[in-house]
């Protein structure tokens, strides 16, 4: 997380990272129910670096294009 915030700027981090972040928040807020404050957080990571992984990889193909 350190490393993220050092080496992305704010601009970087408002328009790459805020709406997966965000979608993930909401997700594990509506859907995540654990009972265990560790898995929660353990799967709100895991959906945050999930759809961080496919924004990434549509950013990509649609610059290709």
Excluded at 16 to 24: M, V
Excluded at 34 to 44: I, P, R, T
Excluded at 52 to 64: E, I, K, N, P, Y
Aim: charged share 15%; proline share 3%; hydrophobic share 55%.
């Amino acid at each position: 997380m350190y490393m993220l915030l050092r080496t992305l700027s704010a601009r970087q981090l408002l328009i790459e990272q805020l709406p997966p972040l965000a979608t993930a928040w909401l997700i594990a807020e509506l859907f995540y129910k654990f009972k265990s404050f560790s898995l929660e957080c353990a799967a709100f990571l895991v959906t945050w670096f999930v759809l961080d992984a496919l924004t990434q990889g549509v950013r990509r193909l649609a610059s290709s294009r």
